[in-house]
């Protein structure tokens, strides 16, 4: 099974959701603020990180970013408000998904589940090489640019852009995106799809009142526009 980064300063949090991960038959790495996560996640193999927002030292959002900088391990935000800002922003730095507290450990175990049954890799395809006008994706190296420049998308981003891009013109739901990307068992808010996506359309620069890659269908989800 996995190994698991558990972050929160909270004692009797960490022992309780350790109990149902290890009941899991996970192995759970417990720490109690920012400096040690970072240190736990550069000297063993993490399979994903349940990162507590508000941890002492370096807070979870800057935890997020910097080991978004190098490492594409899955992580899980947890925020004990219901500030929609804090799950933006979670989200906006490279988490895969979040939950506000309290929540049952069985929800996270679940979000846990949908994790390690989806690989970190593009839609199938058999092209290698996708354009459009500017923009350039390469399949095999995992990699998206403009004019030659290359766009740092989260591994969801790009996921969620490939899924699009390699099926010009078909819509996809928000409910398939989320199967596609999150797992078949996620049942979080699907706000989290159209987060993603806001922030995939701000790096490739494409206005959603008149874009060029990403069109929004009403009350329906996402396309790869074809003209």
């Not at 391990?73 to 408000?81: D, F, L, N, P, S």
């Not at 593009?122 to 030659?148: C, M, N, P, W, Y």
Request: charged letters at 25%; glycine letters at 6%.
């Amino acid at each position: 099974m996995a190994t698991i980064l558990l972050v929160d300063d909270e004692a009797p949090i960490r022992q309780l959701i350790r109990a149902y991960l290890e009941r899991e038959g996970h192995s759970v790495v417990e720490v109690a603020d920012g400096h040690a996560a970072l240190k736990a996640h550069e000297s063993q193999q993490i399979a994903i990180i349940v990162l507590d927002l508000m941890i002492p030292g370096i807070d979870g959002i800057e935890v997020c970013r910097r080991v978004r900088t190098n490492s594409d391990v899955y992580i899980i935000m947890v925020t004990a408000r219901a500030d929609e800002v804090d799950r933006v922003v979670g989200l906006e730095v490279g988490a895969d998904d979040y939950l506000t507290k309290p929540f049952s450990p069985r929800e996270l175990v679940a979000r846990i589940r949908a994790c390690l049954r989806r690989p970190r890799s593009a839609a199938h395809t058999s092209a290698k090489l996708l354009r459009f006008d500017e923009l350039t994706i390469d399949l095999e190296g995992h990699v998206i640019r403009i004019h030659q420049e290359q766009v740092s998308l989260t591994t969801t981003e790009y996921q969620l852009v490939t899924m699009l891009a390699t099926a010009p013109g078909r819509l996809y739901t928000r409910a398939q995106l989320l199967d596609h990307v999150w797992g078949g068992s996620y049942y979080g808010d699907d706000h989290v799809v159209d987060v993603h996506i806001a922030n995939a359309r701000r790096k490739l620069k494409d206005d959603p009142s008149n874009p060029r890659f990403i069109e929004t269908v009403r009350g329906a989800g996402y396309r790869w526009r074809t003209t």
